[in-house]
């Protein structure tokens, strides 16, 4: 089963707890695991949550991105260093 991470804007973003969760919910439906950076404390400062975040998706085969990531540069790093580095890389949409 791969591992998908799941890449999508969280900073400034009041709803992003439910869009990382439906994607979760998708994409475990089509039989993926995916990753969640939703799970990371709030406490954590952008930095550290950046730092956490890529811990996790480097472990990923691939990443899911959601429709609102280019509004994000935690997202725009997360989806250049995952192409960078071979990830499977697709738009939400796209996972099938």
Same mark, same amino acid.
């Given at each position: 089963?791969?591992?998908?991470?799941?890449?999508?804007?969280?900073?400034?973003?009041?709803?992003?707890?439910?869009?990382?969760?439906?994607?979760t919910?998708?994409?475990y439906?089509?039989?993926?695991?995916?990753?969640?950076?939703?799970?990371?404390?709030?406490?954590?400062?952008?930095?550290? *949550?950046?730092?956490? +975040?890529?811990i996790?998706?480097? %472990?990923?085969?691939? #990443?899911?991105?959601?429709?609102? =990531? @280019?509004?994000?540069?935690? *997202?725009?790093?997360? +989806?250049?260093?995952?192409?960078? %580095?071979?990830?499977? #890389?697709?738009?939400?949409?796209? =996972? @099938?």
């Amino acid at each position: 089963m791969k591992n998908i991470y799941i890449c999508g804007k969280v900073t400034g973003d009041p709803n992003y707890k439910e869009k990382f969760f439906n994607e979760t919910e998708r994409l475990y439906s089509l039989g993926y695991e995916p990753v969640s950076p939703s799970v990371i404390p709030s406490t954590y400062d952008w930095a550290k *949550a950046m730092r956490t +975040a890529i811990i996790m998706m480097l %472990l990923c085969d691939g #990443v899911s991105l959601l429709p609102n =990531w @280019k509004k994000s540069k935690g *997202a725009k790093i997360e +989806a250049k260093l995952a192409r960078e %580095l071979g990830l499977d #890389v697709k738009e939400s949409k796209d =996972w @099938k």
